[in-house]
DNA sequence: TCAGCATTCAAACGTTCGTTTGAAACCAAT
DNA sequence: ATTGGTTTCAAACGAACGTTTGAATGCTGA
């Protein structure tokens, strides 16, 4: 079942969705890179899109699950405490940081995924949320309660913050030489960096927000919507 | 030479990249979109390429434009001085975000851009090395100025972790609802968060690297960089 | 040895893409 | 009214796409 072919199909997919995108991908460039014949693809996955969907599936479900299984150690090591914030960056970001320095296709993959977030295409939001919803869960949770301080609109908002540091931090390298010469080659110190950051961020004091419906409506009271 | 037609042609196009992407984006779509014939975008701008090129220059530069007046009308006050980190934040992104904010074309754009970065496409990089080279060299020089205790490799990366945090803040909020329910009607809040975010993240602690070149090269003592 | 299934392969399918073409329509200046 | 240049238009072009087909090939268990 798990044929070679098969294999190597994925594997030159996810090289190839790197480095062109998903819609400039050809599935005669990857047959081609993958070495197998045209009508592969279509006779081991079905269609383009199946493939796509299969590439994504075969390293998030993994990491989803490092990153709900390293939390889950932090939670049973602090028998019911709330955890360090540093403690859920490390497991939700620290993981996939660890997972693109590995070089065995985890780093192709990552950069392909920090792309992804923000692709427009439908078949793929809608196949990100399914796969992500237990962890996200999970994940906010946790923030909520280690972070009571912080409004819940405000984590979320950071949250998303930190996840466009990792998508560049993993997937922009190349934007990244726009602001010079730069060393990326280490990913320990990439992952030191990061976390620093991200940090720092997330802790960063409250925004004094301009409290809305006054600034809106208000001289003569009457609020538009509840704060 | 400004014609009705040219102006309708780049408004779809802009339009239709961001929902659809740039490679999704046909010239059929775009030429029904603004009312026009199919031959006419290449009759006004010669291909498909130039015209992409054409709707980001359109804004782009005016962006960078403004992010350089911003700057230096801080620096003429400042008088020699350094610059407070959170007043070239604010020149930076503080513009973007307020473009962003606009619901006159400016939106859409900034959540083609946002995408952009880390777009694969030769062209596009290639436009954009060009387009950001002046304004990415006069923040730099004030950043290093004004932060003289953060290494600059340092300050690269963290400059980088920031334009994702950017790009997300403004292209990703349907990735953001991946997180739940979340207003993000409110652009004043959003500039609020983000500069909380971002000045946080600049201002974190650095991170204490593990010093490369002593674990490659020696065991006596080497300083990498000066702190 | 041979039947039976899984896999590979070359070729072709119908669509859609960006681009080109040449005539029609428009429009100001003579 | 006629010209000359600009813009629009319907139609078609070749190329490349994802997919389908049916025969050839490989492999496994009886």
């Not at 939390?71 to 940081?97: D, T, Y």
Request: overall charge positive; hydrophobic content about 50%.
């Amino acid at each position: 079942m798990e044929t070679d072919t098969r294999i190597r199909i994925l594997d030159a997919a996810e090289r190839l969705f790197v480095m062109h995108g998903l819609d400039a991908t050809t599935l005669r460039m990857i047959t081609a890179e993958a070495q197998a014949n045209l009508a592969a693809v279509n006779y081991h996955f079905g269609s383009k899109e199946a493939l796509t969907e299969a590439v994504f599936r075969r390293r998030l479900t993994w990491l989803n699950e490092q990153r709900i299984a390293a939390l889950s150690a932090f939670e049973a090591e602090a028998k019911g405490q709330p955890l360090k914030p540093r403690q859920i960056v490390e497991a939700f970001f620290g993981v996939a940081i660890r997972m693109a320095a590995d070089h065995n296709g985890g780093q192709t993959f990552m950069r392909l995924l920090g792309r992804t977030y923000t692709e427009p295409t439908e078949f793929v939001r809608k196949f990100l949320a399914e796969e992500y919803a237990e962890v996200i869960a999970r994940f906010k949770a946790a923030f909520f309660k280690a972070l009571p301080d912080v409004p819940q609109e405000e984590f979320l908002w950071r949250f998303h913050f930190m996840m466009g540091a990792l998508s560049y931090a993993i997937s922009g390298t190349e934007a990244l030489r726009l602001l010079g010469p730069i060393d990326d080659s280490d990913p320990e110190a990439l992952y030191a960096r990061l976390m620093s950051f991200l940090i720092g961020g997330l802790r960063a004091p409250l925004p004094d927000l301009v409290v809305k419906p006054v600034a809106k409506t208000a001289r003569k009271p009457r609020a538009k919507r509840a704060a």
